[in-house]
């Protein structure tokens, strides 16, 4: 039980050719998804859309996250996601920067994938079977601010993120 048990559990319940996964703390106004969606949808449509904008056509379209206000991202989360990114791109080659807190990637790909981490290392785990299956990822600058309510799990303190950081690890080949 965790956030890839609850990514799962939605990915199975979707009934849509393509899924977006994002953190529902208001961190991430879901009205930036559509111009996600446009880039995965264009680009497998336009068989070219890549060579024509710098980038191979994308598999997984993800966020990277870029503060907006005071707190939006502690610096000890931030640190640690710069880390785990650098040493997934290092083992993977896979070229990204931030972990992700929003995908946009077609369904069933991704269930071909076999994803199985249900803890906080889904992200990583996602990542590298990717990198793994060829796919072509695009990363994508995504607004992010203070959460509206509540408090994360994770980056709320330094415990929640260190026990994150360790299934991340723990996902990392």
């Known amino acids: 039980p965790g956030y890839g048990a609850a990514v799962h559990t939605g990915l199975m319940a979707a009934r849509t050719d393509i899924v977006c996964f994002m953190d529902s703390d208001g961190s991430v106004d879901p009205g930036q998804l559509p111009a996600m969606v446009a880039l995965l949808e264009n680009s497998a449509a336009s068989p ?3 060579a024509t904008h710098g980038a191979a056509r994308p598999d997984l379209v993800i966020g990277r996250r870029r503060p907006t ?6 610096w000890h989360a931030r640190v640690g996601n710069a880390v785990l990114a650098a040493r997934l791109r290092q083992r993977t080659g896979i070229r990204v920067h931030d972990l992700g807190s929003v995908r ?8 071909e994938l076999g994803v199985e981490d249900r803890r ?5 785990e996602l990542l590298v079977r990717a990198a793994r299956a060829g796919w072509q990822v695009r990363e994508v600058d995504v607004d992010y601010a203070p959460r509206t309510a509540g408090r994360s799990k994770v980056t709320g303190s330094i415990a929640g993120t260190a026990r994150a950081l360790r ?6 080949p």
């Not at 946009?104 to 269930?111: F, Y």
């Not at 906080?120 to 990583?124: A, E, R």
């Open 48 to 50: 070219g859309y890549g």
């Open 69 to 74: 206000g005071k707190g939006a991202w502690p």
């Open 104 to 111: 946009v990637v077609r369904r069933i790909p991704l269930l």
């Open 120 to 124: 906080f290392g889904y992200p990583i």
């Open 167 to 172: 299934d991340f690890a723990a996902a990392m």
